[in-house]
């Protein structure tokens, strides 16, 4: 049994772990506290003790270190793994050491009386590898590697892989918020750069295709296809509403014309937190030299989309369905 005192207020995130002749529940004050309880008994009474309290982050301009929990490595060593709040980007993992005292109680191994930029790695063996989230994909599997994950879930009638990643429009909207079959990538930092190679030409009379930035505030580079007509162009303004709801299907802010439907798209983005967050899109003909189109775009940073922005490759009609892109390779690169 325990009951929080007043002073600390709301804890969350309880997390349970026995060690030695201990139980232990690690919780969390959302979002600047970590507290840990300690019984011999997993029914209590409990203990409590203060791990962090506004400790300084390990990133610029982020938040406080706090959510997660305890990990132990093959050879007995303990880790506390949490997060950061470094909007736009999302939250974002940190690792810091955990030592025990001798009575049995953690605490995190700081740096300069915070949380540590950098500590010595892990010695963990293992045999498995995680792929990382940057590199290309040309779509020639016939499934998407879990890197990829669609805003909605999806009409699989309306997309194959294989030869190229083909997407039919299978939605008839103004809103991109609502088209199914978008697919996204989890953005990078602190800057990253998307770039999609695009076939279209087997776009319809009023569909609409390109690369986003997806997230609560968005925008997007694109072609839009209207009549026989083909245009670039780059809208921002799109918006939502904490629950969800759209509240601005975006404008124009500038358009090019180009000739034929082998295009490539480009959205490069400063998430580190603070002021900057500034992003930018551009296009090519040729792959090689792009050109900027339209104005800077300032990425949102609320705290209600946690989730970060994501690089968004869509296809949705506003008239009526049929047509189709094929998105030949996808590059996602880092400084």
Request: net charge positive; glycine share 12%.
């Amino acid at each position: 049994m325990f009951s929080t005192p007043s002073s600390v207020g709301t804890l969350e995130g309880s997390r349970f772990y026995k060690r030695g002749g201990y139980y232990y529940i690690w919780v969390t004050k959302p979002a600047n506290g970590q507290y840990v309880l300690r019984s011999t008994s997993p029914w209590g009474p409990y203990e409590m003790r203060q791990v962090l309290l506004n400790m300084p982050t390990p990133v610029s301009g982020a938040g406080i270190p706090h959510q997660g929990g305890l990990v132990q490595t093959q050879n007995g060593d303990w880790y506390y793994a949490a997060f950061v709040d470094a909007y736009p980007g999302g939250r974002i993992p940190v690792l810091a050491p955990i030592s025990w005292s001798g009575d049995g109680w953690p605490s995190i191994q700081t740096v300069g009386g915070g949380w540590g930029a950098t500590y010595p790695a892990p010695n963990i063996q293992t045999a498995k590898t995680v792929k990382p989230m940057t590199g290309s994909d040309s779509f020639t599997a016939t499934t998407l590697g879990p890197q990829w994950e669609w805003n909605h879930n999806p009409d699989n009638t309306k997309w194959s892989s294989g030869n190229g990643l083909r997407l039919q429009t299978a939605t008839v909207t103004n809103d991109l918020y609502n088209a199914r079959n978008t697919l996204t990538r989890r953005i990078q930092g602190p800057t990253s750069t998307a770039t999609v190679e695009l076939d279209a030409s087997a776009m319809a009379d009023g569909d609409r295709t390109g690369l986003a930035l997806l997230r609560d505030s968005s925008a997007w580079i694109g072609l839009q296809r209207d009549g026989s007509s083909t245009r670039i162009t780059m809208v921002n303004g799109l918006t939502m509403d904490s629950n969800w709801n759209t509240t601005g299907t975006g404008t124009e802010a500038a358009g090019a014309t180009v000739s034929g439907s082998h295009v490539w798209l480009r959205a490069t983005a400063d998430i580190r937190p603070g002021s900057g967050r500034q992003a930018r899109f551009s296009y090519s003909t040729d792959g090689t030299n792009f050109t900027t189109l339209g104005p800077a775009f300032t990425l949102g940073n609320a705290w209600q989309f946690f989730m970060g922005y994501r690089f968004a490759v869509f296809n949705y009609a506003t008239r009526s369905l049929g047509g189709a892109v094929t998105v030949r390779r996808f590059d996602l690169t880092t400084p």
